[in-house]
């Protein structure tokens, strides 16, 4: 056998063993870049205001609308990513506003209001930064006495900004809307020693301005 006949067949192993491991790493190559990214916790404490609305009427020889003032909120959010483009969360927020008439504008009466909620993210790419879009279902509740859970859902929008991995700055701004549910044969939402409180409307709305820190793991 000639030296260069030999030597061709001493390149057969070694193009055989390139061939080999290229074919190997070609589908795990591209089974990394098709696959989607593991799914994230997020933790995300937030802080804002609750801005004012006028759900109640106070009845008596001249009714009065009752407004609740504007307040400071906060919370805290639970979810996970489903992927790059949704997420869904559980959220749980505090807020004490003051009740206000025209009678009593200097009133300090206080009404502490917790909402849960169940919500769905659309995220959207900005570049570095990451938009979203909100839609949550929940209740609204306080003292038994003071009317007891009502329905509530909102519609939001906001973005993210990435600070240092995986610490995210988050700022919303959130219309809510909460029902004015009676009982049979209801016709106040409560009363109490100032007088008895009528819903204005089936719905009242009022706007919330929100951020905080997200903590993904």
């Known amino acids: 056998?000639?030296?260069?006949?030999?030597?061709?067949?001493?390149?057969?192993?070694?193009?055989?063993?390139?061939?080999?491991?290229?074919?190997a790493a070609s589908p795990s190559r591209g089974q990394a870049k098709a696959g989607p990214d593991p799914p994230l916790w997020r933790l995300t404490p937030f802080g804002g205001s609750s801005f004012e609305t006028n759900p109640y009427t106070?009845?008596?020889?001249k009714p009065t609308d009752v407004r609740l003032r504007e307040t400071g909120t906060y919370g805290l959010r639970f979810g996970r990513e489903i992927s790059s483009k949704v997420s869904i969360e559980i959220a749980w927020s505090h807020?004490?506003?003051?009740?206000?008439?025209?009678?009593?504008?200097?009133?300090?009466?206080?009404?502490?209001?917790?909402?849960?909620?169940?919500?769905?993210?659309r995220y959207l790419p900005l570049g570095p930064v990451r938009g979203l879009l909100e839609l949550g279902i929940g209740a609204r509740g306080s003292r038994s006495?003071?009317?007891?859970?009502?329905?509530?859902?909102?519609?939001?929008?906001?973005?993210?900004?990435?600070?240092?991995?995986?610490?995210?700055?988050r700022i919303d701004e959130r219309f809510r809307e909460t029902y004015g549910n009676l009982g049979?044969?209801?016709?106040f939402a409560y009363c109490d020693r100032t007088g008895c409180f009528a819903y204005r409307h089936r719905w009242f709305a009022n706007w919330e301005t929100l951020g905080g820190v997200t903590y993904s793991f």
């Open 95 to 121: 807020a004490e506003p003051i009740l206000s008439t025209s009678s009593a504008p200097g009133s300090t009466v206080r009404r502490r209001l917790n909402d849960v909620e169940l919500g769905v993210n």
């Open 58 to 61: 106070l009845e008596g020889a």
């Open 184 to 187: 049979p044969g209801d016709r």
């Open 1 to 23: 056998m000639s030296p260069k006949t030999r030597r061709r067949f001493e390149l057969v192993p070694e193009a055989l063993v390139a061939l080999l491991f290229f074919a």
């Open 145 to 169: 006495a003071l009317g007891g859970a009502n329905l509530t859902a909102d519609l939001g929008a906001g973005f993210e900004v990435p600070v240092i991995r995986p610490v995210f700055l």
